[in-house]
């Protein structure tokens, strides 16, 4: 009883202590925005420079009348929204009248285009949805929708409840994208801090929980590992570079936040700044036990060439103290961004640093595009190659492929490719990054990496040849259309030095052939007896994976059943229920 006592005084002490730095840490992004307009200079300061001198309850003349002069031209679409809705609310009782009325007008004057994707979506409506309801009773003629304060209500709270029961039941389609979660850390923040029905504040605050959750048990001191549903071409090769570096900061004090901080972050604090439970942090920042770490996720909207919406994604992330590893199961998953596989590895501080390994299929083409997106395919390639320059590159390192299979188990990773000829790229990249310690081809094929703490051996199906990049690291280039890679990472503290690791792989059992289709059996450091056939579902000990029975999340950490509504979250004595079914939401071993 003494020591059960003590623990529980132990674990209240730890929770109070966690959080004052979190205020803290609150107060010194909205202070720091807060700071930077300048005096002297008439056209100095932002709309998140507003809203943080607004919650600081500071100059509130200058915010009004630099307000009034950025609502002479208004723009951004959705992304004019989310900082007008803050100010909106914040301002409330600080700005003057005509700086209200201006912006009032605003959203009557000014159309923003809703947009073409989830987190578009999620921002427009949720704004639309507190613009509304802070501005009620008013006709259709005072709102560019052209529609009343009561329906726009009613058209935003109906997409926003789709939105969330989609996510309970098959996984989040934008998912785990170090840029894009804090577009939906924000909008939930916001109706979290100022949605007046009890309900769908209580949805907003739980459904916090349910994405902050999807992060903590997958990020790997602040950084955000992959595989993502969407990043970009710095993100995907500097993996600190993101605004998840920001929200691992904000939420848990883990890494480093980006310099001057994500306007996402800024309009977080200034909204609910909403803190995590003690269950989250624990999930957040401990590493003391290797876990596999699996979830269910769905594509985004598919308009053609299928009858399947929502295609299901799985998920796979292994989880280290010293690197992690992540994949999903290949094809074309999201349109341009979708970053199938990498290993991570930990760095003191990894800015500036690429501190990732992975391969993909560079692959491109009109209908793969027509699939997800609705714009004319008479301008969709050129508009896409334009808005994302990588798109159509042969030495890209961001996309999905149709004919790229992946399959992990643990730390080793298998990655199959079998393109057929006349595809517009028949190759297959490797990314070696500048900053591994040490990179040794051996004779026996594998070729020896070093990063931080973690040991890499990487084994290619087909010849290869190494072509340098414009950042200082090298693309592994193998001109073959069937081919394939085999990955197994350790930690440097299970071997003696580096010698016996490679001694150790050289000895594991590995077959592979190419015809007539790519395959691998494979004996990993972890015992385990992989077989993997292109076209065929991987097989563990001989037992084929059933990707049908995976629920939405599984792990030590987090359980949640498909379609269940309910996340349960542990962490020692630590448990939290999630019940989207009656909105509750249960804690045990609470301090």
Known sequence: MRLALLLALATATLAAENETVFRARIRQVVEWNAAQPKPADPNSGGYQHIAAKLWLRQDAEWCSRRLEALLKDPAGDMFWMFPMTAIAYLGRDQLSPSAQAALRNSWKTYMPYRGDTE?????????????????????????????????????????????????????????????????????????????????????????????????????????????????????VLEKWATVGSDFGWILFGLGHPLPGYSSY????????????????????????QDYTHRELKRTRN??????????????????????????????????????????TWALPDPRGVHNTLFSLHPYNSLESLQEYYTNPPAILFDTISRIRTFYDKPDKLLGGSPYEQIFQDKDAVIALYDIPQGTRYEHVNGFFSKDLSRVEEHPSGWIFAQGGSAYIAWRSLAPYEWRPLATGSRRLVSPHRKNGVVVQVAAAGEFADFAAFQQAIVGLALKTTLDPAPSVRFRSLRGRDLEFVYGKPPRVSGAPVNYQAWPLFDGPFLRSEKGSRKLVLTHGPLRRTLDFNDLTVSDSGRP
């Open 302 to 343: 598919r308009w053609r060439y299928t009858d399947v919406r929502h295609a299901p994604v799985y998920k796979t992330t292994y989880m280290r103290r010293d690197y992690a590893v992540s994949s999903l199961q290949g094809g074309v998953l999201q349109p341009a961004q979708q970053h199938s596989w990498d290993v």
């Open 265 to 288: 972050g800024l309009f977080y604090c200034v909204a609910s700044a909403y803190q995590p439970p003690e269950v989250l942090y624990q999930i957040a920042t401990d590493r003391s």
């Open 119 to 235: 987190n578009h979506w999620l921002l427009y409506y949720s704004t639309l949805y507190l613009m509304a309801q802070l501005y009620p009773n008013q006709p259709g003629e005072t709102w560019f929708t052209g529609k009343s304060s009561s329906e726009n209500l009613r058209e935003a709270e109906g997409w926003i409840l789709q939105w969330m029961d989609l996510t309970l039941t098959r996984g989040q389609g934008e998912f785990d994208c170090p840029h894009y979660m804090g577009v939906y850390l924000l909008p939930l923040s916001y109706l979290a801090a100022w949605a007046e029905d009890p309900r769908m504040h209580r949805r907003a605050t739980m459904m916090l929980d349910y994405v902050i959750a999807d992060y903590a048990a997958e990020n790997l001191g602040g950084l955000y590992v992959g595989a993502h549903a969407r990043s970009d071409d710095r993100m």
